[in-house]
């Protein structure tokens, strides 16, 4: 229709103010590139997982936030409403089969993830942490899989009360210092044990967690992942004899880490350096064994956090290297990409972290 006739049929144009601020939309997104490997969801012998630290709101919304962890990010890309809007997009263009994700608000996850998810065929599993607000949550396809059994635990409360941890129990008491750190965590393991729909033979054990943050907290996360690493085997080894595992999560440990080392060789020497992570005081040196062939699925990546003041590789998906191989990995974004607002988050990525993927296969 040509202006004369829209002006009859609507009246003369008028100028409509916005009650609010205008903001831009995101633009070219990080994760744009990497949808154009996950358009499809992959075929029934493969798996792809996710796992993801998504920023929970609680830490984005503070003073702090804004103004000394991200000044570089507009203050409007730090709003939930806004990040999440970008987050369900991303994680819809994943077409994932199972998704890990740590730093969950309660309400994100009720509201918002487990609703949109819901839509493109993801059933989702929730584990609070009870002193904050957030949590983790693990997303798995319904048509793949159906759920057979969750084993959560709070490391701390696992520690005191399971005679699986009795020995480690023990050990931890002749250091109180840190013993009483350990225990004043409120970290959480989330495992949930997972059939395959069209062969319910293959079963999986897929385990979530985010272990302690600080940076000198190394040996605080070698007793997390010491509990972590028991409880998994007490699933995957007692309950559903040599089950497959796959272990995601942002374990705020570098490769060079003792956590990591731990992890993937199967050991921890009582001389490592991470015993004594945070000063003579408060070593604890014990050597610690597990029993799984644990490989990083995505390698070591230059980083999975970037912000202003620190950039590393702090996420890993784990997975049992007897039982799955890699198909690929979804390239992270460029330098390039990440650095385009200085750092993360950005109006163009909702999280300080970024997203590993990887498709895998049983052998």
């Given at each position: 229709?040509?202006?004369g006739?829209?002006e009859?049929?609507?009246?003369p ?7 609010g ?8 997104c990080t994760f744009d590139?990497r949808h154009?490997?996950?358009?499809k ?5 493969s ?6 630290n998504i920023?929970?709101d609680?830490y984005?919304?503070?003073e ?5 962890l991200?000044p570089?990010c ?6 939930i409403d ?6 369900k997009?991303?994680l ?5 089969d ?6 969950v608000d309660?309400s994100?996850?009720v509201?918002?993830?487990?609703p ?10 929730f584990k609070i942490k009870e002193?904050q ?5 693990t997303f ?5 899989f ?5 084993h959560?635990i709070?490391?701390s409360?696992?520690l005191?009360s399971?005679p699986?941890?009795?020995e480690?129990?023990e050990?931890l008491a002749k250091?109180p210092?840190v013993?009483?750190?350990?225990l004043?965590?409120s970290?959480?393991l989330?495992?949930s044990v997972?059939q395959s729909?069209t ?5 999986l054990c897929?385990?979530?967690?985010h ?11 070698l007793?997390q992942?010491a509990v972590a ?5 007490h ?6 004899p040599?089950?497959?595992v796959?272990?995601?999560g942002?374990?705020?440990s570098?490769?060079s880490?003792?956590t ?5 060789s ?8 991470d015993?004594?992570?945070n000063?003579?005081?408060e ?10 062939k644990?490989?990083?699925?995505c390698g070591?990546p230059?980083?999975t ?10 996420d890993y ?10 198909e690929?990995v979804?390239?992270?974004p460029?330098h390039?990409?990440v650095?385009?607002?200085q750092?993360l ?5 909702p999280?300080?972290?970024i997203?590993l993927?990887?498709d895998l296969?049983?052998?």
């Amino acid at each position: 229709c040509t202006p004369g006739d829209r002006e009859q049929r609507y009246g003369p144009a008028r100028e409509v103010e916005s009650s609010g601020p205008v903001e831009a939309g995101p633009g070219a997104c990080t994760f744009d590139a990497r949808h154009l490997y996950t358009k499809k969801v992959c075929g029934h012998g493969s798996v792809r997982a996710v796992s993801y630290n998504i920023l929970a709101d609680t830490y984005a919304q503070t003073e702090f936030s804004r103004t000394v962890l991200y000044p570089y990010c507009a203050p409007y890309a730090l709003e939930i409403d806004y990040r999440q809007n970008l987050l369900k997009k991303e994680l819809a263009g994943y077409s994932a089969d199972l998704i890990c994700l740590q730093e969950v608000d309660k309400s994100v996850f009720v509201d918002s993830l487990a609703p949109a998810l819901d839509a493109f065929g993801l059933e989702g599993l929730f584990k609070i942490k009870e002193k904050q607000h957030e949590g983790l949550a693990t997303f798995y396809r319904r048509d793949k899989f159906s759920l057979l059994s969750q084993h959560d635990i709070a490391f701390s409360e696992a520690l005191l009360s399971e005679p699986l941890h009795k020995e480690l129990c023990e050990q931890l008491a002749k250091y109180p210092l840190v013993q009483e750190k350990v225990l004043q965590r409120s970290s959480v393991l989330q495992v949930s044990v997972l059939q395959s729909t069209t062969d319910p033979s293959r079963k999986l054990c897929v385990a979530n967690t985010h272990l302690y943050w600080h940076p000198k907290g190394g040996n605080i996360r070698l007793i997390q992942i010491a509990v972590a690493m028991s409880h998994i085997k007490h699933v995957a080894c007692d309950l559903y004899p040599s089950i497959p595992v796959i272990f995601c999560g942002d374990f705020n440990s570098t490769p060079s880490s003792g956590t990591y080392s731990f992890i993937s060789s199967g050991g921890i020497a009582e001389d490592h350096e991470d015993w004594v992570s945070n000063g003579e005081e408060e070593r604890c040196s014990m050597s610690l064994s597990h029993p799984f062939k644990l490989l990083s699925a995505c390698g070591e990546p230059a980083y999975t956090n970037y912000v202003g003041g620190f950039h590393g590789c702090l996420d890993y998906i784990f997975i049992d290297r007897n039982a799955l191989e890699v198909e690929q990995v979804i390239p992270l974004p460029s330098h390039e990409e990440v650095t385009t607002h200085q750092a993360l988050p950005s109006v163009s990525h909702p999280s300080d972290h970024i997203a590993l993927i990887c498709d895998l296969k049983w052998k």
